[in-house]
């Protein structure tokens, strides 16, 4: 009869524990996200300081302390993470897993690689639960409409960007016959660079047409750039009229830690457990 009481000691505190990491209802659930909000934010504010040659050179063994001391807290941090959850691979697999693991990466990294510890910065990523973690579920929910709307217009807007890519390719092409090397377009490559610059309105003006032929090509892609930058734009907004706009509850699936449910949801969307 011991084996069962254990068990269910082991599963009462894997609940307690996930309860204080993944949910925001309770004082310690809450007290636990808002110190791992501010720990985010001190430990990439020593990464940018460090990249300071002046901070760096009085302050860096300093910051570089401070850089392991969080990294090690988000490391045990991210393995309670994928102790209390159910499925640890679907919690690793996961947006948020992803993030967490990168997060403390690049510390690591960089006994090898020096200077990858400036990758840290990923560590803002993890302040997208501030919205759950805040009750913030208005954001949550909009949040969700935009993502839905994204990934329903995702075949429109690969169509768009193919027909984007085949427009660069063949103005390229044109630039380098009609202004040639003598004129900076030295090869394809270079003219569908000029092409993507020109097209999307960004001009950096380190290559410009001298013919006057290749001044015309130039002012009907700049034409054409502002038509083609209001599409994809279109294309979300119709989606986002067609989303539903249901409520969305902040908690967290106990098996893989999916959020993001509806408000009266019963079972995880995702894996079935019961939330």
């Known amino acids: 009869m011991t084996v069962p009481a254990n068990n269910h000691k082991r599963a009462a505190w894997r609940a307690n524990l996930h309860e204080v990491i993944f949910e925001a209802d309770t004082s310690a659930g809450k007290a636990f996200d808002i110190l791992l909000i501010v720990s985010i ?51 690793a ?90 004129n900076g377009f030295k090869d394809i490559p270079t003219s569908i660079y000029w092409a993507i610059v020109t097209l999307t309105t960004v001009g950096y003006g380190d290559l410009s047409p001298q013919t006057p032929v290749g001044k015309a090509l130039a002012s009907l892609v700049m034409i054409m750039g502002y038509g083609i930058i209001a599409v994809p734009t279109g294309i979300v907004t119709a989606e986002m009229t067609h989303s539903t706009r249901k409520g969305v509850s902040t908690q967290a699936c106990p098996e893989c830690s999916l959020s993001g449910h509806d408000v009266d949801a019963v079972h995880c969307k995702h894996c079935g457990a019961k939330l």
């Open 41 to 91: 934010f001190l430990s990439v504010g020593a990464v940018i300081l460090e990249s300071v040659t002046g901070i760096q050179q009085r302050f860096g063994a300093v910051l570089y302390g401070i850089e392991w001391f969080f990294t090690g807290l988000f490391t045990v941090e991210y393995v309670l993470r994928l102790v209390c959850v159910g499925r640890p691979m679907r919690y």
């Open 93 to 182: 697999t996961s947006f948020f897993g992803i993030v967490d693991l990168l997060a403390i990466i690049p510390t690591y990294l960089s006994i090898f690689i020096p200077g990858s510890q400036s990758l840290l910065t990923i560590r803002l990523l993890r302040l997208l639960r501030i919205f759950r973690v805040l009750k913030l579920t208005v954001y949550v929910k909009e949040s969700r409409l935009l993502t839905t709307a994204l990934w329903a217009s995702r075949r429109k807007i690969g169509v768009f960007l193919f027909a984007v890519l085949t427009i660069v390719v063949v103005i390229g092409a044109f630039m380098y016959v009609i202004e040639g090397r003598e």
